[in-house]
């Protein structure tokens, strides 16, 4: 089992349909209100299309919650899938990539 700062990964392991071994990691629930729970989400946006569309949002006095956090890549297709599985260990609950 992996830790993250907020939440635990569990490894679980699977095949696919050609008999190859995937490994799979599983966030643990955690113990939440869910009244009160936001979920955390990373927004990773590439330069040249999706950041100018948030950039002019936010030119334009335009509001997303706070638990939305943006990183801004030169381009989203360079995404590396560790990226992804690094972000959930983390503790974030969800992931856009959008280019």
Known sequence: MERGT???LEKQYATNKKGKL?????AKKRNVNMKDWQPKILAILC???SYAGADLAGVSRM???PNVRVI???CSGRVDPLFIMKTLQSGFDGL???G
């Open 22 to 26: 995937l490994v799979l990691f599983v």
């Open 47 to 49: 330069n040249w299309c």
């Open 63 to 65: 509001q997303y919650p």
């Open 96 to 98: 856009l990539i959008s």
């Open 72 to 74: 801004r890549i030169p």
């Open 6 to 8: 907020e939440g635990e």
